[in-house]
DNA sequence: GGATTAAATACAAACGTTTGTATCTTTGCG
DNA sequence: CGCAAAGATACAAACGTTTGTATTTAATCC
């Protein structure tokens, strides 16, 4: 059972392979009481058009590709979720790869999407990228390119980003404001401008509210629960009683730490988190989290694609809300409004 | 910035486009030295094959099309990652689709797959669903059809599940044997055999236990956490002191309730919940879960698929394992060895 | 050394669409 | 009625590969 072609239409109503495509493209060159046949015809036969000769002749697939570190986090499977709506809306096809974190993997699936033609790239690039170049020479002429949450800001494409300065800045206020007097950070990897730029955000509200700032309570270049672990354990040696951490899975792995050093949160530590993961809400004490929305990025990163003549090196930012939870509520409520 | 074809390198070559074509796939029809030069020259023009002329000519894409509910659960985005990882190795691109669990939304991503000359389709059918006619008939002769975690047996395919059945058991006598007496189950919907299949399981151990089956303490058709709640205030009304719950999110709001209800859990109150979701060791108390491997089922979709020639209707099940936490251990762990 | 065979490469058609140009119809107008 | 101008459709080339067949070149043997 051959797959039906226009071809095959055109034979069975005596008409043109040309006329055909044009009628069911919706050409003005064709009469309106033809098409309606011809689209009848196509249903009737169970026409469906062949993509790869429809893309190989304009010279573009309608597909577009999303290059994520891990796919089965939630803060990327919920982009390309928000991505994947947008861009089927409008036609597309969505082709996902996945990096693992490790540059070879990246470069790897840059080359896989562009043999297959996609009209545009939605990447955050991974932790082992710390330059641009391979990207930037990937994406020549007619590949639009999008970045979004782990972005390199040289680059002249759009953007989609958290606002990870104002979030860092406010969830650090936030336990200032709750009385914690020596605030740490779990920074994460310094790789990533996301994760500099949360760290400035803990910086400027230490320095705004005249706290001093200790090297020796920043901790780089981790995000998982064993080095939060390990590392709140340090912090906790060195007098913490409160950390931002830049990632929820740490903060989880230092509430642990504090759990066995006796100490009650949030009375004697604080922490807030960032990511608010589905866990926030369930672990015990819940833990206080910056709200990301990565559905939203990636409506937003895949709008950015659509948009015909965008401006050059638009950057959109998508504020963080914290969600004050018990982790860092030393206070009672009242006393905070 | 043209893109460099195989003419362009033929020309450049003095040669003709097909022995390009034959000396890039490795053809034994071309001289090993000429390949060499050719794989030089194609090297140092950037070369990048066509896939969408390639796939054009040959009939087919390599490419795997996955169907899924949703991309952003856990479960499902861990298969995802394990299919693509195999599928990459092989040289295939992976097309992402969701359902949200609705049958139209099925349907136009079947329709997107075939249109796209898919060589095989990898799908977990949504919760509407209920019957195999648009899949049957949507996959005809030459693409390869994969059902996993949720499938049909009626369709002559490879299958990958869990044991579903097995898995209930097994968390149904431990319960069992943990001395509970009246045992409850939020089954989860009953369109999905999988859900059948645990509910089975359910039943079969009550019975090899002499236990009597009471319906009014088994309830359908859900699956989150605010009807896991809702159930289990009803099931703890109607008297049950244990619950094997066929979600975790379910199960979540079931301990919420029998909080509520001020039972202590694991003494007045037992569960165990499917899923071995991350949350289920962070949450107070630690709920016991029946682990699935989402990225092996995954890893053997994929390999199911790329089996050449396997026998029709091949179904690979994979064991669940229960992995006992403090919501179900009454007994000291001495006494149950 | 010429005939026979094998090895290497060239030729050309095909995959199903799209699209610029050419041809044929119809319509409107003087 | 005849002619120009639209209007509608046909023709044909092209997109970049792949692949069966034909042709050239090199190797082998008596």
Do not use: W
Not at 117 to 127: N, T
Not at 242 to 267: C, I, N
């Amino acid at each position: 059972m051959q797959k039906t072609t226009i071809t095959d239409i055109a034979k069975e109503l005596n008409l043109t392979p040309s006329t055909v495509s044009r009628a069911l493209a919706g050409s003005s060159r064709v009469k309106e009481k033809t098409r309606v046949v011809i689209e009848e015809k196509a249903r009737e036969m169970g026409y469906e058009r062949n993509l790869m000769a429809s893309n190989l002749r304009r010279g573009v697939a309608n597909a577009v590709g999303i290059i994520v570190p891990r796919i089965n986090r939630q803060f990327f499977s919920n982009v390309i979720s928000g991505a994947e709506s947008v861009l089927n809306e409008a036609g597309y096809t969505v082709l996902i790869c996945q990096t693992h974190e490790k540059l070879e993997d990246e470069k790897k699936a840059l080359s896989t999407l562009l043999r297959n033609q996609v009209a545009g790239i939605l990447i955050s690039h991974s932790i082992e990228t710390s330059e641009e170049n391979h990207i930037a020479q990937a994406v020549t002429g007619d590949v639009r390119l999008v970045q979004f949450d782990r972005v390199f800001y040289d680059l002249p494409d759009a953007k989609v980003v958290n606002d990870n300065y104002q979030g860092a800045y406010q969830a650090t206020s936030h336990l200032i404001r709750q009385g914690y007097k020596r605030i740490g950070t779990l920074a994460g990897y310094m790789t990533s401008e996301a994760y500099k730029e949360r760290l400035e955000g803990y910086k400027q509200a230490l320095r705004d509210a005249g706290m001093e700032i200790d090297d020796s309570i920043i901790f780089k270049d981790t995000i998982v629960k064993e080095t939060g672990y390990s590392q709140g354990m340090i912090a906790l040696e060195r007098g913490c009683d409160a950390l931002y951490s830049a990632g929820d899975f740490s903060a989880l792995g230092a509430v642990e730490a504090a759990k066995e050093k006796g100490l009650s949160v949030p009375e004697e530590f604080g922490i807030v988190g960032t990511a608010n993961e589905n866990f926030t809400e369930i672990m015990s004490p819940t833990l206080s989290s910056l709200e990301l929305s990565p559905n939203r990025m990636g409506r937003l990163a895949a709008e950015a694609f659509l948009r015909p003549c965008t401006e050059e090196n638009e950057i959109v930012t998508l504020k963080m809300e914290l969600k004050t939870r018990e982790s860092s509520q030393r206070l009672s409520k009242i006393n905070t409004k």
